[in-house]
């Protein structure tokens, strides 16, 4: 395991690696942003404000996502503490940028769908920010495949992993997951006619269902029923999910053409 980025190699600054990677994921969603940003027209200033929304509410509910993990309150920490040095989930962070950005539009009046803009960036930036994870936290549970990593006595008890066991890349599989959703949309669904903002519900709809599977081999503690915290939590969004695309498909909602003529009805019978 590689804490510091001096670990990793050594002529590079002891900053902490886990940062460093997701600093550079944000930098390759920036990019990623303002390239579909511009090939969509996006002008609107305010666009701005939903990014910030995004983030925002990204870096508080990663943190408030795994605060309450005791029943026990004293064995929890304090709020502030828990802001500034408690462990982070990618699930709440994820949630808390879908909660920033829908706040951000009340607060600014944006009247669109934005969901398209963010989803190949929100892809690109897991894949990049999931290897910070790799070379710093448990890879996951023993296996006996060829392809599991092997810690040696420092990185297994820092990591709390067993010594000399072959365990699930439990984050590679993550990177490819990620990497292979970034090319389906950047390649293939930005290109099709559907309805505004559902590419992105389309991209966690699917790390949802991948996310509950991979946990099974990825070490986290077990809450109740042999179910992880996160399973726990996706047992209750993917029927949610499921449940709003399967209603987009049936009333013909989910194609860009029948989506953008229901809501010029609307617009005129307000108008009206």
């Not at 879908?98 to 009046?109: N, P």
């Not at 448990?138 to 990591?159: H, K, M, N, Y």
């Not at 006619?193 to 503690?221: D, H, K, M, Q, S």
Request: glycine share 8%.
């Amino acid at each position: 395991m590689f804490p510091t980025l001096s670990d990793l190699v050594r002529w590079l600054p002891p900053v902490d690696t886990h940062s460093v990677f997701v600093a550079l994921g944000l930098a390759a969603a920036g990019l990623v942003f303002l390239i579909e940003k511009r090939r969509r027209g996006v002008t609107d200033h305010r666009i701005a404000y939903l990014v910030l929304g995004a983030l925002v509410g990204a870096a508080v509910l990663s943190r408030l996502g795994t605060w309450a993990q005791h029943l026990d309150p004293a064995q929890n920490l304090s709020l502030i503490e828990q802001l500034s040095r408690g462990n982070a989930s990618m699930l709440s962070a994820l949630v808390g940028a879908w909660l920033g950005v829908h706040i951000a539009k009340r607060l600014c009046g944006y009247p669109e769908r934005s969901g398209d803009l963010f989803a190949p960036a929100v892809a690109l930036a897991m894949a990049v920010g999931r290897i910070g994870c790799l070379l710093t936290e448990q890879p996951g549970t023993p296996t006996g495949a060829s392809w599991g990593i092997v810690l040696d006595a420092e990185a297994a008890a820092r990591t709390g992993s067993p010594a000399g066991v072959p365990l699930h890349p439990s984050f590679v599989y993550e990177i490819v997951f990620h990497l292979v959703a970034f090319a389906v949309l950047w390649f293939w669904l930005r290109h099709r006619p559907i309805a505004a903002g559902e590419t992105l519900t389309l991209y966690i709809a699917a790390y949802a269902v991948f996310r509950f599977a991979v946990e099974f081999v990825r070490g986290n503690e077990v809450a109740w029923m042999g179910l992880t915290r996160p399973q726990l939590f996706l047992l209750v969004t993917i029927p949610l999910l499921a449940a709003r695309m399967i209603w987009m498909l049936r009333t013909g909602r989910f194609r860009a053409e029948v989506a953008t003529r229901d809501e010029r009805k609307v617009r005129d019978g307000q108008h009206a």
